[in-house]
């Protein structure tokens, strides 16, 4: 349950900076995008989704630019200590929420919750196919929270039964 959050929460992250697939050329020294560009890319296409307006493109800019801001904090403060990244990342993604439900009209909020449960359910699904395509984690078997136990198993140690 706690990798599921994780991997949830991750997602959001990257779907709510807006991080997708660019050319080199628009990325820095480890191949990712500077902040200035995440949140531009992230705001611009809130702006083509919901139609925002130039107070509302405003405000959504500053919003996400202060969640960035906390989320690299908390990425330092917490470093190495998954369980408190994840309950600080789901607090600022529950603020987030809640300002941008203040910011947009209902239209435009139901919208967006929309295509952020889509983004989360196009994540989920290539980071299976990722994990099938690996053979998944110890041995193979896909997901190891998950024991199969109709598997073929040929003494790998990832289903629990070869102890």
């Not at 309950?87 to 603020?95: A, G, L, T, W």
Request: net charge positive; glycine share 10%.
């Amino acid at each position: 349950m706690k990798t599921v959050t994780l991997i949830i929460s991750s997602l959001f992250l990257l779907m709510t900076l807006g991080v997708n697939a660019q050319g080199p050329q628009h990325r820095g020294q480890r191949g990712q995008m500077n902040p200035e560009e995440m949140i531009k890319k992230s705001v611009e296409q809130m702006k083509t989704e919901l139609k925002l307006n130039e107070q509302q493109e405003k405000q959504v800019k500053d919003l996400l630019t202060e969640n960035f801001k906390q989320r690299g904090e908390l990425m330092k403060k917490y470093q190495g200590q998954r369980d408190s990244v994840m309950f600080h990342m789901k607090k600022i993604e529950d603020q987030q929420n809640a300002s941008l439900k203040k910011i947009l009209t209902d239209d435009q909020y139901k919208t967006y919750v929309a295509n952020q449960e889509k983004r989360k359910q196009e994540m989920e699904k290539r980071r299976k196919e990722m994990m099938d395509k690996r053979g998944g984690q110890r041995g193979g078997h896909g997901d190891p929270a998950v024991v199969n136990e109709e598997h073929e198993c040929t003494g790998c140690g990832g289903c629990g039964k070869h102890k």
